[in-house]
């Protein structure tokens, strides 16, 4: 990078991109092209955005352990299950920018957001937690596919997360959100890996990136506990809709 205010730029991209991220998703969609745009070439910006996301994800792990609200056991088999599929989405990388990809992204952030709109309210009954048995298998298979994703570019896929968690396993979202945060920190370490031995890392910039997006996480996870469900349906909904539009006409 040329100029310091390139640093300043980074660390205050991060900061908005680890709050985003932690409550809702999809942020990487406005750093990779900041990366891009600061003169890292794709598949370096993709790769360097993954030390940004270790430290933001471990940062949210804690804010929100810090308030009492934990799923570690859970997000330990998720996560374990989505770093096989991570490792193999990271060797397969490519750069999937252009307009079919960004356009079918958006599709499917409108579908997420339409299902949480308006998907009837759950009875009591429902809202207990689905993790064993049947539900864990499959929640395992899941998320090895997820992980490939994950591990492939990885923009968008907190919205993919939080859908699965919050209606096939019923947490509610800020437990959603603390067993996200976890399960995106074990696989992406995986990726970050897979990335740094190709040599597709920038460890400097990352680092600074890393700095704004550890302290946006942390603030977005204890206040997110603080503010509850509806706060997170709102926030989620609003980002779902700007990120779509953003993929569909930009």
Known sequence: MEHWYHYLLLIVVGFTVGFINTIAGGASLISLPVLIFLGLPPAVANGTNRIAIVFQTATAALGFKS????NMRFALYLGIAATIGAIIGANIAVDIKGETYNRILSIIMIAVVLLITFKPKMKAAD???????????ISIIGFFFIGIYGGFINAGIGFIIIFFLHYFNRLSLVKTNATKVVTVLIYTIAALAVFAYNGK?????????????????????????????????IFLVVMVLIMAVKLWFF
């Open 67 to 70: 308030k009492g609200v934990s």
């Open 127 to 137: 809202l207990v937690e689905r993790l064993e048995g049947k539900h864990l298998w």
């Open 201 to 233: 890392v920038d460890w400097v910039v990352g680092l600074i990136l890393a700095i704004g997006n550890a302290s946006g996480a942390w603030i977005a996870s204890r206040y997110s506990v603080k503010k509850g469900d509806g706060f997170i349906k």
